[in-house]
């Protein structure tokens, strides 16, 4: 079992910034790939960025040159910066460790709050 711990939200003005943390447990986080996906009310949860275990990034389109995925391995941790946050960005935030090779690695964190609002 690994255990996701999110950080880092909050409530913030419209241009301003943030930055998210998450902790994993578990001995291989350097071979998975990790991601932040976010929800909001009434729609499906969407994918915001992903890094994969070799430090290859993808970002969402309403994402991209704003936000910055980055991992740790030393520490376990995998970070999204987010710059220039505007009001469509207010979701809840999830963090979400990936194997394609391990049947059933596929875990999430319990979310963080980000409103954008002035």
């Known amino acids: 079992q690994v255990q996701l711990v999110e950080s880092g939200g909050g409530l913030v003005q419209p241009g301003g910034s943030l930055r998210l943390s998450c902790a994993a447990s578990g001995s291989i986080f350097r071979r998975v790939d990790m991601g932040w996906y976010r929800r909001t009310p009434g729609k499906e949860r969407e994918v915001v960025a992903r890094i994969t275990s070799g430090g290859s990034t993808n970002y969402a389109d309403s994402v991209k040159g704003r936000f910055t995925i980055s991992r740790d391995n030393a520490k376990n941790t995998v970070y999204l910066q987010m710059d220039n946050l505007k009001p469509e960005d207010t979701a809840v935030y999830y963090c979400?460790?990936?194997?394609?090779?391990?049947?059933?690695?596929?875990?999430w964190g319990q979310g963080t709050q980000v409103t954008v609002s002035s």
């Open positions: 979400n460790a990936y194997h394609p090779s391990i049947y059933g690695y596929n875990y």
